[in-house]
């Protein structure tokens, strides 16, 4: 790590940075006192972090290189989630809004990982975009673009994916229900599966909606799977899903256009529709169902 991106050429703040790459992994803590181990150590420590050339974006680009080298020749799975940092009482000095709410003081970390889809290894962080809210609740969200809203951060890790795997052998980038945003399957890069959590009942080409069109599908298996505990202090149990797959078109919303979408893009999508159902559900409660659409 000896040419860490931000030490620009200074060999002094090129070898800090290393130590303190190096600690973090070692010790698996990210707390400057305990990094530094010694207070010389931790003044050298915050003299780095405070320096206007270590950047967050330099930082995540250099870590990003080993994970470009190690992804050659295999099978990618690209993980993108979004996380939470706030802060309460003095910590929260300077910070910006963070929360469900945007008033918690703190940011947000929408990271993606690299990880090796025959050994499930993890082989390294593939991008990180940074933020805060400004405290001001947003409106008008259909008359946006894609580019002026939180969510493009899907679509833009995507493309940062990509762009920095390109020597994986495949690439399939992976997200919850957030991610469930059709600019993200009409926009994806030509060279990335997508594999996304259903959080949207669509309408279909034919005008039907999206979960209802496996409910005529053959089971293709079952499987026996283990369910977390719902709640503090209730039981896991265990439950038999059939698994069902096929083909459908996604008619593209009324709303693609103002958030972005070239008019060159059909006015029809096909994506992959997975569904798991439990074949037989508990007499309480209500009975596992999971949808995910691919990339066709």
């Known amino acids: 790590m000896s040419a860490f991106a931000g030490a620009d050429g200074d060999r002094r703040r090129a070898a800090a940075a290393a130590r303190l790459y190096g600690s973090m992994v070692e010790q698996h803590s990210v707390v400057v006192r305990k990094l530094g181990v010694d207070r010389g150590g931790e003044l050298s420590l915050h003299r780095v972090l405070s320096s206007a050339r270590m950047t967050p974006e330099a930082t995540v680009a250099c870590l990003a290189r080993p994970t470009a080298a190690a992804v050659r020749g295999r099978r990618i799975v690209a993980v993108q989630d979004t996380t939470e940092v706030n802060f309460a009482g003095r910590q929260s000095r300077g910070l910006g809004r963070a ?3 945007g008033r918690t003081p703190g940011f947000f970390i929408h990271a993606t990982v690299a990880v090796d889809a025959e050994t499930d290894a993890v ?20 008359q946006r673009v894609l ?3 939180e969510s493009q951060r899907w679509l833009a890790a995507a493309e940062t994916a990509a762009s920095r795997l390109h020597a ?3 690439l399939i980038v992976v997200g919850d229900r957030e991610s469930d945003i059709y600019a993200l399957f009409s926009r994806r890069p030509a060279t990335t599966e997508l594999l996304v ?3 949207q009942n669509r309408r279909l080409a034919d005008g039907t909606q999206l979960f209802a069109a496996a409910a005529t599908w053959p089971v293709l298996g079952e499987q026996r799977v283990k369910l977390a505990p719902s709640r503090p202090g209730a039981r ?6 059939g698994l069902r797959a096929g083909t459908v078109l996604l008619r593209r ?8 979408d070239p008019d060159c ?8 529709l997975v569904e798991a159902i439990e074949t037989a559900p508990p007499e309480t409660g209500a009975p596992l169902h999971y949808s995910r659409i691919g990339s066709a």
């Not at 919303?253 to 972005?260: D, Y």
């Open 99 to 101: 929360g469900r709410q």
């Open 147 to 149: 580019a002026g809203k």
């Open 123 to 142: 082989l390294g962080l593939v991008d990180a975009a940074i933020w805060t809210r400004d405290g001001a609740a947003a409106t008008g969200r259909r």
């Open 197 to 199: 959590r259903a959080a």
């Open 168 to 170: 994986a052998a495949a």
């Open 265 to 272: 893009l059909p006015v029809s999508l096909p994506v992959s």
């Open 253 to 260: 919303p009324r709303h693609a256009r103002r958030e972005g």
């Open 236 to 241: 896991g149990r265990e439950a038999v899903v």
